[in-house]
């Protein structure tokens, strides 16, 4: 009998040693306590039992990382967190061995968007839910003329290949968001 559970990764409604496979789909990459929610899904794991993930690395969203720190700098004097900090490829099988998992495995998917502009992605970003949540992030949205200045250096740096993220009037514009998806 199968029996599926949406619960919080941080607070796993399991018994210890009572299900055979725990599965989190890029939501575990929101847990303020990665370690430990790790840790709680291998203790309700029976022996042996199968632990599947996938979350968001930290090559995801390198582009706009580095265009807003470009724009604060030059606009603003200084630099602030605007993407949520996220695990990296080697952090994985620490956090693996950590938690106690038992034969860990990583493997890393790295896929490119092109998107209209890079006003287009942040409305992409808000509708998925995937803004950043952290708490040392700096409150309120970028000023106008720094984020017309990110933009602009996300445009410059990071444009769409020819032919690609075109919009429909054929004038170009596009640019590319890196996405990094780790599996353990």
């Known amino acids: 009998m199968v029996h599926y559970v ?5 607070e796993l409604p399991a018994k210890g040693q009572s299900v055979d ?10 847990a303020n306590d990665l370690p430990g929610a790790m840790t709680q ?12 993930c996938a979350v968001l690395g930290g090559e995801t969203l390198r582009e706009m990382r580095i265009s807003c720190a470009v724009a604060e700098l030059e606009r603003e004097g200084g630099v602030s967190q605007r993407v949520s900090p996220l695990a990296q490829v080697r952090d994985c099988g620490n956090l693996l061995t950590r938690a ?10 790295t896929v490119t ?11 992409h970003l808000r509708v998925m839910g995937e803004t ?3 708490v040392s992030r ?11 200045a990110a933009a602009a250096a996300y445009g410059s ?15 170009g514009g596009g640019v590319e968001a890196t996405y990094q998806v780790l599996y353990m």
Do not use: Q
């Not at 203790?43 to 039992?49: I, Q, S, T």
């Open 21 to 30: 496979v725990v599965v989190s789909v890029l939501g575990l990459h929101w």
């Open 100 to 109: 106690g998992m038992r034969l860990p495995a990583v493997d890393v998917d």
């Open 132 to 134: 950043n949540a952290g």
């Open 41 to 52: 899904a291998r203790m309700a794991l029976v022996p042996d039992g199968l632990f599947l």
């Open 138 to 148: 700096r409150r309120g949205p970028l000023g106008r003329s720094t984020a017309a």
């Open 157 to 171: 740096a990071f444009p769409s290949p020819p032919g690609v993220g075109d919009t429909a009037g054929g004038g």
């Open 113 to 123: 968007m092109n998107y209209p502009s890079p006003h287009k992605l942040v409305e």
């Open 6 to 10: 949406h619960a919080d990764e941080e």
